[in-house]
């Protein structure tokens, strides 16, 4: 039997109904190689991912392809994608999610390695799939609630949906599990998905930071022996330091010391930069601090505050609020961020005070009297 050509493989990802036909008739006779099967399956699950096609004809092809024999780590590779893909909301989807997340594990991890396994395409397509299992589960959560109907089996799929993300890559995520806090969720997946987000948060930071550098090094300042290069790599190296989570007490507490000083005050070096590698600078430098003070130690949070009530910007002001709005006064976290608030805002009112001229209380001048012309 001919290969099948991987146009016709695209086409089917797409919904062409006769590309589905010639696969279909090649899976029912199994007379499919391993790539064609491997090509098969990622056609299935993308048209179900993107709901290209007839659902049903596309499960029925996916449980034809499962039937081939094959490499049996392909097959579940595959098998459990393609039944997240199509199954969502299912009783039994928690076993799909969960294999899906534990595949991206392994393949962050370094772990899967054969040839079988397309892992930039699996790593996108889970998390394609994980994402469309909140939409798909809320969608199913609100009719549930208006037909008074118990929602538990939904909402811990959501769950399950949430533990697997944060395994996954990108801003998108972050952006999916801000919307499950604000939407009509129960607590419990709020509250997951809120645990979830700040480390997403800090890994996409120290990503954000190192493409930051590199930019700065690479392409504003290459000569190393320019001052504003010695304090870019200065600076951004104690940012690595405090994301790293790998560093020692000590070192931290020096890089923290390092941008709470000439990070968050560059003084005269600062004149040397452009306006935009300043924002950079500045930027990389608020968010680290920021960290510091909700996730360090109690030294480590002190003298993230003493720098950031020296930076002491409109956007520091910002999330010093949403971190107390957050965690409360009561914690060490929040009451820190209130105390830095109310010192940054009291110093920009004595600010305030000293520029101002109080009022005169002498009266104006009368108006000059203009000569008259006589005609």
Known sequence: ???????TFDKLAQGDNASFDTVSAAAASKGLSQTEVNSAWKAVIESLASKNGNTARLVGLGIKLN???QNPEGRDYHEKLFMLAAYPVHSHAHLAIIGVGAMVVRINSGEVTGKDVD?????????????GAIHANEEAIKAAKEKGAPVGNMEQNVIFVIE???????????????????????????????ESIGPIRIRTEAEDARADREFLLETVYP???????????CIFSAVDTVYSGRASEIETAIALKQMATF??????????????????I??????????????????????????????????????????VARTGESSEAGALASDTLADIRGSKLEMVAVTLRPPSLRPPPPPRLQKRTVQ
């Open 223 to 233: 000569d190393p022996t320019t001052p504003q290069r010695m304090y870019v790599e």
């Open 119 to 131: 892992k930039p395409w699996y790593l996108a397509m889970a998390k394609k799939c994980l994402i």
């Open 282 to 323: 500045k930027r990389n430098v608020e968010n680290a601090l920021l960290h510091a003070l909700v996730n360090g130690n109690k030294p480590h949070r002190e003298v993230a505050a003493a720098g950031l009530e020296k930076i002491g910007s409109d956007r520091v002001e910002e999330i010093l609020e949403r971190i």
């Open 164 to 194: 697997a993300l944060r395994n996954a890559e990108g801003s998108d995520i972050k952006a999916e599990l801000v919307a499950i806090v604000k939407n009509g969720f129960g607590q419990q997946v709020k509250d997951v998905a809120g």
């Open 1 to 7: 039997m001919d290969m099948i050509a991987q146009e």
């Open 67 to 69: 039937d081939i024999s």
């Open 263 to 280: 990070g968050a005050q560059p003084g005269e070096i600062g004149s040397l930069f452009d306006a935009h590698s300043l924002k950079l």
